[in-house]
């Protein structure tokens, strides 16, 4: 697994609204872009927001991006999300 690769992912969609608009639309060619295994992918792709927060994303890149991608009146589910299982998991996964 590489943090630095997801977290790029993360920070170019929160900076930058044509990247979190490409992401939104087709998130496996926007994802194709990065070095990210099909897990990783996967994760983002499905927001896991727990599962990558479990492997070690910034907590704050991953709302930035939350923000990008689903917007700020979806805080309930963002922290539904942080909150429940996740998908991934770190024992899974790097």
């Not at 992912?9 to 900076?15: A, E, F």
């Not at 689903?70 to 770190?90: F, H, S, T």
Request: hydrophobic share 50%; proline share 3%; glycine share 10%.
């Amino acid at each position: 697994m590489s943090i630095f690769a997801v977290e790029q992912v993360m920070w170019d969609v929160s900076r930058d609204g044509r990247m979190a608009e490409a992401c939104r639309t087709d998130p496996g060619d926007f994802l194709a872009g990065y070095r990210l295994d099909a897990q990783e992918a996967q994760a983002i792709a499905s927001l896991d927001i727990a599962g990558l927060s479990a492997w070690g994303i910034n907590p704050m890149l991953l709302m930035q991006a939350w923000n990008a991608l689903v917007g700020p009146d979806a805080i309930d589910e963002y922290l539904a999300r942080m909150n429940g299982a996740g998908q991934a998991r770190k024992a899974d996964h790097g």
